[in-house]
């Protein structure tokens, strides 16, 4: 087992981990052990965050720093992760308890975006930054060119009330269900009286702006 969770290290991370330990440590979940994913997702995060942020310097040099932002915000996103997490064959690699597995932990992209910045993470601390710039680079290669940057939906929600001289959206949970490691959110949006949305989504800011996404669907409507 151990022989092969160093080839699937190597072939994965392009480099063969000095210490194993640290990647054992980013693919085991809270279920499984004390000793999880959650300092080095932590980290990971971090180093996801100024990587694709150099690389977006580097890429769009003439474009203004709010439009970065925009690009770097939505590259790292837990989505995101966990699909670059799905690229890599992460779920059949993971470490849950049973309770944890029984909910759907291995298809949660909550739990897969985590470990996979704890990957990361693991990796920076095992091989330095070169390493971890050159697997970010690698496997998010085919989504910085061609992502779209469209505006927010809470800011083109934000912006129609203003044009319009309606009170700023306000944005409540109205529900929270699900698991503790893959909760569900339901959030409603309202402008004063006038329209209402609801939205649903793993995370608040992610049920957020699927209400206001929704509402803009309306107020066109």
Not at 43 to 69: K, M, N
Request: proline share 4%; charged share 25%; with cysteine.
């Amino acid at each position: 087992m151990s022989a092969d969770l160093d080839a699937w290290l190597a072939a994965t991370l392009g480099v063969a981990p000095a210490h194993r330990a640290a990647f054992e440590r980013a693919l085991t979940h809270g279920s499984q052990a004390a000793e999880n994913y959650e300092r080095l997702e932590f980290l990971g995060d971090r180093v996801l965050g100024l990587t694709i942020a150099e690389w977006l310097y580097e890429r769009f040099a003439h474009e203004p720093e709010g439009q970065l932002s925009k690009r770097l915000n939505a590259l790292v996103t837990g989505a995101v992760c966990a699909d670059v997490a799905r690229e890599l064959g992460v779920p059949s690699r993971l470490r849950l308890g049973k309770q944890a597995r029984d909910d759907g932990a291995a298809a949660s992209d909550n739990v897969l975006g985590d470990v996979m910045e704890a990957l990361i993470g693991a990796l920076y601390l095992d091989q330095g930054l070169d390493a971890a710039r050159a697997l970010v680079r690698r496997c998010w290669a085919g989504r910085i060119d061609q992502l779209r940057v469209p505006q927010h939906p809470k800011s083109a929600l934000q912006e129609w009330a203003a044009a319009h001289n309606r009170r700023p959206p306000e944005y409540a949970v109205v529900d929270r269900s699900g698991p503790q490691h893959a909760p569900r959110f339901r959030v409603q949006v309202t402008i004063g009286k006038l329209a209402d949305a609801v939205g649903e989504g793993t995370s608040k800011q992610e049920a957020e702006t699927a209400a206001a996404a929704a509402l803009l669907a309306a107020l066109a409507g």
